[in-house]
């Protein structure tokens, strides 16, 4: 989806667009990747959990640390106001999806079941906030498309 509406709008980008898109485009895509490389790195057949869970905690760490500069985007951009809808699928829900991954890899030696649990529903996590984030973003541009955003 997000591909189709990047492609529709590309004939106008309004000046500031480039900052918005870091902010809340371009996590989209990064989230919807994780949780397919999450599916199928617990699809590889591992020697040992521990190996799979050293991936999966960097990760979330790497996770995290992304979360936390797409908050900074987005307070910094000033292409739109982000409403509380917003900073909760862009930048909370992701934070704790990545987090849960690094807290489940440090769990899995003594709890790898729970671990297991917390990677899927990480995953699940981020898809739901792929496809929310990838209709916010078409319908914003659908509804606001020649009128000026700035409210």
């Known amino acids: 989806m997000q591909f189709v509406v990047m492609t529709l709008v590309a004939a106008r980008p309004p000046l500031r667009a480039a900052e918005a898109g870091a902010a809340f485009a371009t996590p989209t895509v990064i989230h919807f990747g994780s949780a397919l490389l999450l599916s199928a790195l617990l699809r590889v057949p591992w020697p040992s959990i521990v190996a799979a869970a050293a991936v999966w905690g960097l990760i979330g760490l790497c996770g995290v640390t992304y979360a936390v500069v797409v908050a900074r985007r987005m307070r910094r951009q000033t292409f739109y106001h982000p409403e509380f809808e917003d900073w ?13 991954l690094a807290i489940s890899a440090f769990a899995t030696p ?4 729970e671990a297991l ?7 699940l996590l981020l898809l739901f906030i792929g496809i929310h984030n990838a209709w916010d973003s078409t319908s914003w ?3 606001s498309s020649g009128r000026d955003t700035k409210e």
């Open 88 to 100: 909760l699928f862009h930048a909370i829900l992701p934070l704790a999806a990545y987090a849960i």
């Open 110 to 113: 003594l709890h790898t079941r």
């Open 117 to 123: 649990f917390g990677v899927g529903g990480a995953a």
């Open 141 to 143: 541009h659908v509804f």
